[in-house]
């Protein structure tokens, strides 16, 4: 076992203390506060490339990657040069620029599906948008969602399923009425009978189906080719939309995210996170029959003050260019594959409980013996385990968002000696929590 002492947080401390007067927790995020692990928030002064700095001058390889979006890491000179160079007309104009146009053009050109699109400038803005779309076209009101995805703090998506296989939403969020709960309906992941039986018995209700094709926000339960593909034959058959929320798996499992990956094609996609290279940026689109009942070509009303900022298009646009150069998803995926095997064939010969799941270059700490995880009630709720391994992770120098329900990520900046550091770092948090050498 590692006796490396507890790393310096006076300063982050005392930032913390003083947060605590301005923001609920403390923070702007609630995850940020670190409820699930325990302690105190670390203030993050600096990022370069795969690492970053805390205000107590500590070091971290950083496998959060502000939650997704860096998929370059931490100041790419590409993306940090497209800001600069742009910010210098001025940083908003709330009229349209040239850079919408450019950042569209390359991404339709890219994802075929699509014809056109709106940006926002949040994941949960695209979400709430696209939901309003999806009922404005069918002119039907209800919604469904599957139990362990997440789409943003949209009222209408913060339920709960019940007990059963095809449940009314009830509210998970104070603040959000039965009523708009009710409108939801809520399915298990990766189940076919209960996805029938809910179209059979309330198609003539339901607007859309929204789903994380990719589920990434409540562990990593991938979903099975033959569910996503019945799933979409099944919204086509009963005349129900198909929403692909994207927002963390668009444009990092590959450049046309989850859509391209399994070859199915949604009828509203969401994105976030990556589109915007680090800056606040959201997008929906569709095709153009769909779009064309958005404002001010059709009647859903949708609009923004800051969509479509220069800036933050030319961050987005800068990113997405590496992105979409040749091998680029390979080489994450592949990088990815090497951490992920090492830590499997680890814990496998040493028996740890514990088996890491990826996709691309997403993975999770699945603390839940070596079955195969695809629907929210099979995780295995105590999280201990993964909250010593993560502040014992910290001490090392190896950040990880602090959740055992959070992904992580890894970037084109982190080199395979940034990974092999992890990796032995992560070996010795296993015998941490679960002793033997
Ligand atoms: C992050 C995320 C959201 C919310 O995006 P914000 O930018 O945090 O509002 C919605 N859906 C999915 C799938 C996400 O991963």
Known sequence: MSTKSPIKRAVSESLFATAKNFFPGGVNSPVRAFKSVGGIPLFIKKGDGARIWDEDD????????????????????????????????????GAPTRKENDLAKFILDRIPFIDKMRFVSSGTEAVMSAIRLARGYTGKTKIVKFDGCYHGHVDALLVNAGSGLVTFGTSSSAGVPEVLANETLVLPLNDL?????????????????????????????????VFLNQLRELCTEYKVLLIFDEVISGFRVSFGGAAELYGIQPDIVTYGKIIGGGLPVGAYGAKKEIMAFVSPDGPVYQAGT??????????????????????????????????????????????????????????????????????????NPDMSKFNELHHFLLNEGVYFGPSGYEVGFISEAHQVSDLEFAIEKIKLGFVAIYGGN
């Open 306 to 379: 800051l969509s479509g900022n220069p800036v933050a298009m030319a961050a987005g646009l800068a990113q997405l260019e590496v992105c979409a150069q040749e091998d680029f998803y390979a080489k994450q995926e592949a990088k990815t594959k090497f951490m992920v095997s090492q830590l499997n064939e680890h814990a496998n010969a040493h028996n740890y409980p514990v088996e890491i799941v990826s996709i691309g270059s997403i993975f999770w700490f699945s603390f839940n013996g070596h079955k195969k995880i695809q629907a929210a009630s099979q995780i």
């Open 193 to 225: 009978e209960a996805l029938r039986t809910c179209l059979e018995n309330y198609h003539h209700d339901i607007a859309c189906i929204i789903i994380e094709p990719v589920p990434a926000n409540n562990g990593l339960l991938l979903q099975d080719g």
């Open 58 to 93: 500590n070091e971290f390889i950083d496998f959060c990657c502000s939650w997704g979006p860096l998929i370059l890491g931490h100041n790419n000179p590409h993306v940090y040069n497209s800001i600069v160079s742009t910010l210098q007309n001025g940083a908003s104009f």
